[in-house]
C-alpha cells in the first residue's frame, strides 16, 4: 500500500467510498472540466477512483485524493499515472491535478505537485515525469512551470483520445527529469 504524502497544508492519501460523491460532483463541474473534452458522469467519475485504486495496488501510484490537513476537506486530485494511449513520449509518466474550483488560487496544486514530484524521483527513483493539457490551458502550463517542468515545444501532439476537430486536441507537453530538478522546486 502506498504512503500517504503530506505538506504542510495538504495530504495525498488514497481514495475513500466517501470522496465519491465529491469527486462526481467535480468532474462534473462545467469550469473544473473546461479543458477537457466534456464533464464526466457519476458512472465515468467512480471507474477514475477504481483505475487509481488498481493503479496503487499494482504500481504502487496513482492520482491520490486530495484534501485540506488541518479540515480534511476534499479538494480534488494530484499524482501520476501512466497514459493510458499511445504517442511519440510513451511509455512515460505524467503528473497531474484535478481542483475543486473552491480550491483554486491557493498555491495547492503546485504544493501537492511538487510533493508528487519529489516521490516520483526519490521513492520511485523516475528518471522523468511528464506533463500534458491543451494549449489553451493557460493555468495548468503555469503549474507546470512552478514545479520546475520546462516545455518541449517540439513535442506538442494531438491527443488521440480527443476526437478530431475537437478545440481540445491539440496538447503541449512539458518535462522534468531527476537530474534537473532542484531541491528548492521539488521539495514542500
Do not use: C
Amino acid at each position: 500500500m502506498t504512503a500517504e504524502l503530506r505538506t504542510d497544508r495538504l495530504v495525498l492519501r488514497r481514495w475513500k467510498e466517501s470522496d465519491r460523491g465529491p469527486f462526481a460532483a467535480l468532474n462534473a463541474d462545467p469550469a473544473v472540466m473546461e479543458h477537457f473534452p466534456a464533464p464526466l458522469t457519476r458512472a465515468e467519475s467512480d471507474a477514475m477512483i477504481d483505475r487509481a485504486e488498481a493503479a496503487f495496488e499494482e504500481r504502487g501510484f496513482a492520482f491520490w485524493a486530495l484534501e485540506a490537513a488541518g479540515t480534511g476537506e476534499f479538494l480534488g486530485l494530484t499524482g501520476l499515472s501512466v497514459p493510458r494511449f499511445e504517442a511519440h513520449f510513451t511509455p512515460a509518466v505524467e503528473i497531474g491535478w484535478r481542483l475543486s474550483r473552491s480550491a483554486w488560487g491557493h498555491g495547492y496544486a503546485a504544493e501537492a505537485a511538487r510533493r508528487a514530484l519529489r516521490f516520483a524521483f526519490e521513492d520511485l527513483r523516475l528518471d522523468e515525469v511528464v506533463s500534458f493539457t491543451s494549449t489553451t490551458n493557460v493555468r495548468s502550463q503555469a503549474v507546470m512551470e512552478r514545479i520546475g517542468m520546462t516545455r518541449d515545444a517540439s513535442g506538442d501532439f494531438d491527443h488521440p483520445l480527443v476526437p478530431d476537430g475537437h478545440r481540445l486536441k491539440r496538447h503541449v507537453l512539458y518535462r522534468v527529469t531527476a537530474g534537473r530538478s532542484s531541491p528548492g522546486k521539488i521539495s514542500d
